[in-house]
T-cell receptor
Framework: QKEVEQNSGPLSVPEGAIASLNCTYS??????FFWYRQYSGKSPELIMS??SNGDKEDGRFTAQLNKASQYVSLLIRDSQPSDSATYLC?????????WGAGTKLIIKP | DTGVSQDPRHKITKRGQNVTFRCDPI?????LYWYRQTLGQGPEFLTY????????KSRLLSDRFSAERPKGSFSTLEIQRTEQGDSAMYLC????????????FGSGTQLSVL
């Protein structure tokens, strides 16, 4: 059974600080990794994709991938109250995405 | 608007009734997915189409669920004889073919079975 694991949280971070979200996966053959943001009652929204080991930066977001450790993370710099949401990690396996249950992030003003 | 469109946004029905949801994917996307999501969980895969062909259906999906994509464009998901346990957000998503796995979601249909 292919799995993606995330800490459910909630993770509480002060405004302006760095939020660090983590995800581990079981399928060693996975090559594509995604972070989605989901506000309450809304559908998931793609915010980052990463395919190679190392870091990928996009604005305040940095995705980090370590295939040897089967670990992917998302850093959010200068956290804003609008970043408060559930962050879903998704890992491509064959033609499907395997989803984590999400980490609820709360940014405290 | 070139996003994924779902209709209706909300559906309230009585147990035992049939419901049908519609999804219009992004026009150049040939792959279409249906997911179900309940509170505190990630999206649960239901079924997947490549063009008009339904290539996989989740083993968790009972025979009361059926999906079609007759011309490889829009898709419908029907639930027959609804049960209270069917209450969830039903999400449709689409993407291009092999080589680009970025998935784009519609706004979802929130189903409440009374």
């Amino acid at each position: 059974q292919k799995e993606v694991e995330q800490n459910s949280g909630p993770l509480s971070v002060p405004e302006g600080a760095i939020a660090s979200l983590n995800c581990t996966y079981s399928d060693r053959g996975s090559q594509s990794f995604f972070w989605y943001r989901q506000y309450s009652g809304k559908s998931p929204e793609l915010i980052m994709s990463i395919y190679s080991n190392g870091d990928k930066e996009d604005g305040r977001f940095t995705a980090q991938l370590n295939k040897a450790s089967q670990y992917v993370s998302l850093l959010i710099r200068d956290s804003q109250p609008s970043d408060s949401a559930t962050y879903l990690c998704a890992v491509a396996s064959n033609y499907q995405l395997i989803w984590g249950a999400g980490t609820k992030l709360i940014i405290k003003p | 608007d070139t996003g994924v469109s779902q209709d209706p946004r909300h559906k309230i029905t009585k147990r035992g009734q049939n419901v049908t949801f519609r999804c219009d994917p992004i026009s150049e996307h040939n792959r279409l997915y249906w997911y179900r999501q309940t509170l505190g969980q990630g999206p649960e895969f239901l079924t997947y189409f490549q063009n008009e062909a339904q290539l996989e259906k989740s083993r968790l999906l009972s025979d009361r669920f059926s999906a079609e994509r007759p011309k490889g464009s829009f898709s419908t998901l029907e639930i027959q004889r609804t049960e209270q346990g069917d209450s969830a957000m039903y999400l449709c998503a689409s993407r291009r073919g092999v080589g680009n796995e970025k998935l784009f979601f519609g706004s979802g249909t929130q189903l409440s079975v009374l």
